[in-house]
């Protein structure tokens, strides 16, 4: 008797239904937040002379620099962040930038 309700036990539990739930954890990369202000707006001179102009252009250059430093270096931190999880997430590379 006690065989049969150890029987009858046994094959009740393994009707029972195993319920398998993912949950699903975003991570959010953290950026310092130097890199996260907006780049400077470019300078307005007036150019009189030639000596203005390279001023001008150096100043150009120097913010472009600045900006695209930062900008390099968030894609470097989306880089590392998805090559430690496993992603495969490519970055696009937009050098073509026009300027109006």
Do not use: W
């Not at 008797?1 to 393994?14: D, E, F, N, R």
């Not at 937040?33 to 307005?44: G, H, T, W």
Request: proline residues 5%; glycine residues 4%; contains cysteine.
């Amino acid at each position: 008797m006690m065989c049969l309700l150890l029987l009858i036990v046994m094959l009740l539990s393994g009707c029972a239904k195993t319920v398998t739930e993912t949950k699903v954890q975003y991570i959010r990369p953290e950026f310092p937040k130097s890199l996260l202000d907006p780049c400077d707006p470019a300078p307005v001179n007036s150019i009189s002379t030639n000596g203005d102009l390279l001023m001008s252009y150096i100043s150009l250059q120097t913010l472009y620099a600045i900006c695209s430093l930062k900008v390099s270096s968030i894609s470097g931190i989306l880089q590392s962040y998805d090559s430690a999880y496993g992603l495969d997430i490519k970055i696009e590379d937009h050098t073509d930038v026009k300027i109006d």
